[in-house]
């Protein structure tokens, strides 16, 4: 027993001397996300493929609706280049920014909304919500997975 009291004082002095585990700024981490977000947003209105692929980690995996996986810029490229000929407006919208204790990851949810112009006067419009997971790289807050769905029914089949 009376070695058991000195080894037990010296763990617990250990214990004591340890530095404590970092401190993340969560409000800061979500605010910072937001900031991609808008920054998303920004590019996207301005037909801008590179500014909107830069939030995007090197190999994301975006899920969109009825279609396959896709990983890397590509499919994100193209569907931002899509946009201005047809003069439409995307935007995104958070809800909720979830950041782990870590720091290092995060969960956004929010809806988004499309709208585009026809040759009548109307517009067409979309709208939906989506998931997105963020992994802190290097600093900064990238997309590494984004998946999304439209709240609008599927369009009917034409009558045969």
Do not use: H
Not at 1 to 11: C, E, F, G, K, T
Not at 74 to 97: C, H, N, R, S, Y
């Amino acid at each position: 027993m009376r070695r058991l009291v000195p080894a037990l004082s010296l763990i617990a002095t250990l214990a004591a001397c340890q530095p404590a585990a970092p401190t993340v700024d969560l409000a800061a981490e979500e605010a910072a996300i937001r900031a991609q977000v808008t920054a998303f947003n920004t590019a996207v209105a301005a037909y801008d493929e590179a500014g909107a692929v830069a939030i995007y980690a090197p190999d994301a995996v975006l899920m969109p609706p009825n279609q396959g996986r896709q990983v890397g810029p590509d499919f994100l490229t193209q569907m931002i280049a899509g946009l201005e000929p047809l003069k439409a407006a995307f935007a995104v919208t958070p809800t909720a920014v979830m950041v782990t204790a870590s720091g290092d990851l995060a969960l956004e949810e929010g809806t988004w909304k499309t709208s585009i112009p026809m040759a009548d006067g109307t517009s067409f419009e979309d709208y939906g919500k989506y998931l997105v997971g963020w992994k802190k790289t290097n600093g900064t807050w990238l997309v590494q997975y984004d998946i999304w769905n439209s709240d609008n029914a599927p369009p009917q089949a034409a009558a045969q």
